[in-house]
Nanobody, 120 residues
């Protein structure tokens, strides 16, 4: 079994910054892609940013130039640095990871979510 634990959410004023962290633990042989999704009330979950094991990244257009995703493979941890936050960034942010187990089976796991609220 694999657990993903997020931290770093909170309440911030528009223009401020937050850094989210997500640590994976459990039966992990390796991790392929890791990423962050978000879901605002009444909206579908959307991809925010994703990073491969080799460090390639992609971002939603709405966050390009403001958010930066990174990872520490030794710690099985992914980060999301969020700058110049806007009220429309308010959402529940979920961490996801494509984990490979000892039998070379890949499964996607999700964290429980961390709330980000940006006030105007």
């Amino acid at each position: 079994q694999v657990q993903l634990v997020e931290s770093g959410g909170g309440l911030v004023q528009a223009g401020g910054s937050l850094r989210l962290s997500c640590a994976a633990s459990g039966s992990i042989f390796s991790i392929n892609g890791m990423g962050w999704h978000r879901q605002a009330p009444g909206k579908q979950r959307e991809l925010v940013a994703r990073i491969t094991s080799g460090g390639s990244t992609n971002y939603a257009d709405s966050v390009k130039g403001r958010f930066t995703i990174s990872r520490d493979n030794a710690k099985n941890t992914v980060y999301l640095q969020m700058n110049s936050l806007k009220p429309e960034d308010t959402a529940l942010y979920y961490c996801g990871a494509d984990v490979v187990d000892g039998k070379s089976v890949t499964r996607r796991y999700w964290g429980q979510g961390t709330q980000v609220t940006v006030s105007s």
